[in-house]
């Protein structure tokens, strides 16, 4: 996978400073990973404000922005917390910033600058905003920015099998420059190509026009993986949850712990939850299984809860007078009675999961959350509702569906 060679050094090895190559395939030799020769790109950080505000306040250098306290400044929420970031950065260049930087998504510090709302950025040096909003990023002139070379890192046991891997890394050597990059992400941010298409410029040195959209292909193939995470979770979670729902009814002491455990997981945000559970099943489709399961729960069990204990006494009380046993009551009497309860307890399960699926692609699972990340990450509003309409459709869809099990489910005696 393609990293960073400051990042490699500061934020995943915790050195003060960016290492050398020699350096860093010493430290990664341990974990059986190679390092590739850079690729030619120098992708480092940068402060960057307008350049009608440079000239009104002379602003060339970081150092300079210690004379002007007042400027509000927008930072990355990476930025903010890593060992070469905001606070490291501060205390380099001796800056008092009158108020805090606002903290928001690295895409987004454009368009805070864009619409006036801060007047100092980080940026990365190849993005291609900075020409397109006519920025000027100010010179690091106390060195503080390590080198981020653009480099590959690969399990050495790949190239063992494929060892002409080995070669094809070799002729990526300097093939891109910081030029090429900012070229590549204006085709993409600007022009609206998409990733093949910028790629496919680049390697036949052309200039290409946007083709026959490749969307109704990726949507096809992020469907399916949506319906994936909803439909799975949501199957396990009722396996799960209405057992939990029907001891927590008969067995009252046990009822408090199961519901109070089952909403104990909802106080978790999905995110963290997500990073938790990758110790343990790793990233991808797993770990996204196991939470969006987890947040089924609830909904499930507390409305199986609720409808076995709202019936009427009376109608279990002529269950015993008629002689059937402990069983025959739950499945004959109590759960239809409660049905109404138990499936509108699903339906809020599979249309929340709809939701929380889209967060999954945070750690690698797919779905229409790839498409909401890529467009919030290109700032792009377009792929963003790409990925957000399809996952609003399906939980209507699937709201009409579960309306549809519920006629043929539900006794029609309940619902008049």
């Given at each position: 996978?393609?990293?960073?060679?400051?990042?490699?050094?500061?934020a995943i090895l915790n050195h003060k400073k960016s290492l050398s190559l020699a350096k860093l395939r010493e430290a990664l030799a341990p974990k059986a990973i190679g390092l590739s020769e850079p690729?030619?790109?120098?992708?480092?950080?940068?402060?960057?404000?307008?350049?009608?505000?440079?000239?009104?306040?002379?602003?060339?250098?970081i150092s300079d922005l210690s004379r002007h306290p007042e400027l509000r400044m927008a930072f990355s929420y990476e930025f903010m917390q890593r060992p070469d970031g905001y606070p490291a950065l501060?205390?380099?260049?001796?800056?008092?910033?009158?108020?805090?930087?606002?903290?928001?998504?690295?895409?987004?510090?454009?368009?805070?600058?864009?619409?006036?709302?801060?007047?100092?950025?980080?940026?990365?040096?190849?993005?291609?905003?900075?020409?397109?909003?006519?920025?000027?990023?100010?010179?690091?002139?106390?060195?503080?920015?390590?080198?981020?070379?653009?480099?590959?890192?690969?399990?050495?046991?790949?190239?063992?099998?494929?060892?002409?891997?080995?070669?094809?890394?070799?002729?990526?050597?300097?093939?891109?420059?910081?030029?090429?990059?900012?070229?590549?992400?204006?085709?993409?941010?600007?022009?609206?190509?998409?990733?093949?298409?910028?790629?496919?410029?680049?390697?036949?040195?052309?200039?290409?026009?946007?083709?026959?959209?490749?969307?109704?292909?990726?949507?096809?193939?992020?469907?399916?993986?949506?319906?994936?995470?909803?439909?799975?979770?949501?199957?396990?979670?009722?396996?799960?949850?209405?057992?939990?729902?029907?001891?927590?009814?008969?067995?009252?002491?046990?009822?408090?712990?199961?519901?109070?455990?089952?909403?104990?997981?909802?106080?978790?945000?999905?995110?963290?939850?997500?990073?938790?559970?990758?110790?343990?099943?790793?990233?991808?489709?797993?770990?996204?299984?196991?939470?969006?399961?987890?947040?089924?729960?609830?909904?499930?069990?507390?409305?199986?809860?609720?409808?076995?204990?709202?019936?009427?006494?009376?109608?279990?009380?002529?269950?015993?007078?008629?002689?059937?046993?402990?069983?025959?009551?739950?499945?004959?009497?109590?759960?239809?009675?409660?049905?109404?309860?138990?499936?509108?307890?699903?339906?809020?399960?599979a249309v929340i999961n709809v939701g929380m699926a889209t967060l999954a692609a945070f750690i690698g699972a797919g779905g229409y959350g790839a498409l909401i990340v890529t467009g919030l990450s290109?700032?792009?509003?377009?792929?963003?509702?790409?990925?957000?309409?399809?996952?609003?459709?399906?939980?209507?869809?699937?709201?009409?569906?579960?309306?549809?099990?519920?006629?043929?489910?539900?006794?029609?005696?309940?619902?008049?």
């Amino acid at each position: 996978y393609p990293e960073y060679t400051g990042t490699l050094s500061v934020a995943i090895l915790n050195h003060k400073k960016s290492l050398s190559l020699a350096k860093l395939r010493e430290a990664l030799a341990p974990k059986a990973i190679g390092l590739s020769e850079p690729i030619g790109i120098n992708n480092s950080y940068g402060l960057a404000v307008k350049k009608s505000l440079s000239h009104k306040l002379g602003l060339k250098r970081i150092s300079d922005l210690s004379r002007h306290p007042e400027l509000r400044m927008a930072f990355s929420y990476e930025f903010m917390q890593r060992p070469d970031g905001y606070p490291a950065l501060v205390a380099h260049y001796r800056l008092a910033p009158r108020v805090p930087p606002v903290r928001m998504d690295h895409a987004l510090v454009y368009k805070s600058l864009e619409e006036g709302k801060s007047e100092v950025a980080e940026v990365y040096t190849t993005d291609s905003k900075i020409e397109k909003l006519d920025l000027e990023v100010l010179e690091d002139d106390k060195s503080f920015f390590p080198d981020y070379e653009g480099v590959y890192l690969v399990r050495k046991d790949a190239i063992s099998r494929w060892p002409e891997l080995e070669e094809v890394l070799q002729q990526m050597t300097g093939v891109l420059s910081n030029q090429d990059m900012i070229r590549l992400n204006g085709l993409v941010e600007i022009q609206g190509l998409d990733f093949h298409e910028a790629a496919e410029s680049f390697l036949e040195n052309k200039e290409v026009r946007a083709g026959p959209s490749q969307y109704p292909a990726v949507l096809a193939r992020q469907t399916k993986r949506h319906l994936i995470l909803v439909l799975i979770p949501t199957l396990i979670s009722i396996l799960i949850g209405v057992p939990l729902g029907i001891l927590a009814a008969r067995v009252p002491s046990v009822g408090q712990v199961v519901l109070a455990g089952s909403g104990l997981v909802q106080t978790i945000p999905a995110l963290a939850l997500l990073c938790f559970l990758i110790p343990l099943f790793g990233i991808g489709l797993v770990p996204a299984l196991v939470a969006l399961i987890l947040y089924g729960l609830l909904p499930i069990v507390r409305n199986t809860y609720a409808g076995l204990t709202a019936i009427e006494r009376r109608h279990i009380e002529v269950a015993r007078v008629l002689g059937l046993s402990s069983w025959q009551r739950l499945i004959r009497i109590e759960m239809p009675l409660a049905s109404i309860h138990i499936f509108g307890g699903i339906k809020t399960a599979a249309v929340i999961n709809v939701g929380m699926a889209t967060l999954a692609a945070f750690i690698g699972a797919g779905g229409y959350g790839a498409l909401i990340v890529t467009g919030l990450s290109l700032n792009n509003n377009t792929i963003i509702l790409q990925g957000a309409l399809p996952a609003a459709a399906m939980a209507v869809l699937l709201h009409f569906a579960l309306e549809f099990l519920d006629r043929k489910i539900i006794p029609r005696g309940l619902k008049l």
